[in-house]
């Protein structure tokens, strides 16, 4: 059985910095991408960061670039996010997703996704 579990979410200050992990398990993602996506309440789920599991290059949101990074440790099967200069709209439950999308901001092509973990940025 597939999983994604993410976890590291919590309360940060503006301006303060938080690194989110997802652990996968239940298969080999080595021709997969890994992406991070998150929702704000009311609004719709927005791509935050990709990468492929096996490394190369990242992809960022507009609304994250220069702030956030993706990176993934292999040995470990986790994938990250370090958040940096947190904004309070960076408020939102984050997810992790893993596919083989076309697209890498269309969440309809991920297969696999996470369950969440709430991050909220207090100003």
């Known amino acids: 059985q597939v999983q994604l579990v993410e976890s590291g979410g919590g ?20 021709n997969y991408v890994m992406g991070w996506f998150r929702q704000a309440p009311g609004k719709e789920r927005e791509f ?16 994250v670039k220069d702030r956030f990074t993706i990176s ?14 947190a904004k ?8 992790c997703a893993a596919g083989r ?8 092509q991920y297969e696999y996704w996470g369950q969440g973990t709430q991050v909220t940025v207090s100003s």
Request: with cysteine; charged share 20%; proline share 3%.
């Open 11 to 30: 309360v940060v200050q503006a301006g303060g910095s938080l690194r989110l992990s997802c652990a996968a398990s239940g298969r080999t993602f080595s």
């Open 48 to 63: 935050i960061a990709a990468m492929g599991w096996s490394g190369g290059n990242t992809y960022y949101g507009d609304s």
């Open 72 to 85: 993934r440790e292999s040995a470990k099967n986790s994938m990250y996010l370090r958040m940096n200069n």
């Open 88 to 95: 309070p709209e960076d408020t939102a439950v984050y997810y």
């Open 101 to 108: 999308p076309y697209a890498l901001a269309r969440r309809d």
